[in-house]
């Protein structure tokens, strides 16, 4: 899927006292409904690859106007640097932005990355924006100790298992001690379910920024899209922790819910076909399940 060159001029505006700078691609001079693609870090606007560049620009060029913006702390934005947990009030402003200059704009799609989907979804906890029509999350970062442990032993460990090197190298005593001994404390982390990551929570703790994420992305009732590496752990923590999770699973499953494998793309979508999918399928996406909604 391929769009025609669009008109794109450069946005400055403010978030609790600090500048943002971002690039907006227009759309259709009346277009209701618009991307912001979530930056996580560190990172800049125009993403590995310039791949949050070209996605911008495609979705553009099919009549839905997109802003890619640096985050406070990043590129050209000013204020200290901060955790993808920290952005909420930047992702406001930037709606809120893209809305002053847009008015026509009714409707937001968030588009994220690793980090950037898991503060995406976290935003839709912390503010239940209205504005909010569409959710796209790429490869979601949810790791804590329990789902890197069992990534590893589902994927990693077994791999490396079957490779006759590594029985040679461990027979004639050239694996280190300590990397066997890596093996077997996540191998149990693994079965016994990580330890501390599986505790109950006191009720001073704060949910932790997994369940946040979860929290927003239950609560979200508008067309939403995952799309999975098949080569990346990032990805292979996040369907761990939707099989252990009866909440993650029923929330995945709704019918607005939709799901995109790509086998042979690895976290960041690098090579050519995997990033020329993800940008043609978030278009598609939109005009076929957003704008219709």
């Known amino acids: 899927m391929t769009g025609p060159s669009v008109p794109e001029e450069a946005i400055c505006f403010g978030c609790q006292g600090e500048h943002l700078v971002g690039v907006l691609s227009h759309g259709a001079p009346a277009a209701t409904t618009a991307l912001l693609v979530v930056v996580g870090g560190p990172q800049v606007r125009t993403g590995s690859q310039r791949q949050f560049t070209q996605l911008c620009r495609l979705v553009a060029g099919h009549g839905v106007p997109a802003l890619r913006f640096d985050v406070r702390g990043m590129g050209d934005s000013t204020g200290a640097p901060r955790s993808f947990e920290e952005i909420g009030d930047d992702i406001g402003a930037a709606i809120d932005a893209l809305q002053r200059r847009l008015v026509s704009v009714r409707r937001i799609v968030l588009w994220g990355l690793c980090d950037g989907a898991s503060a995406s979804a976290m935003y839709l906890h912390s503010r239940s924006d209205p504005r909010v029509a569409g959710l796209v999350m790429l490869n979601p970062w949810v790791r804590s100790a329990h789902t890197l442990a069992r990534s590893r032993a589902r994927s990693y460990y077994p791999d490396r298992l079957r490779r006759p090197d590594f029985w040679k190298k461990l027979l004639t005593g050239r694996v280190r001690m300590r990397s066997a001994q890596e093996m077997v404390r996540t191998l149990i982390a693994a079965v016994r379910g990580g330890g501390q990551d599986r505790r109950t929570r006191t009720l001073e703790e704060a949910p932790s920024f997994q369940e946040r994420m979860l929290l927003g992305v239950e609560a979200f009732k508008g067309p939403a899209l995952l799309v999975l590496s098949g080569n990346d752990y990032t990805a292979r923590e996040f369907v761990e922790l939707a099989a252990l999770s009866p909440r993650w699973r029923a929330a995945l499953e709704r019918d ?15 090579d050519p076909d995997s990033s020329r999918a993800v940008r043609d399928k978030t278009a598609a996406w939109i005009l076929s399940d957003v704008l219709a909604a």
């Open 256 to 270: 607005h819910f939709r799901r995109l494998e790509l086998p042979g793309a690895d976290h960041t979508f690098s």
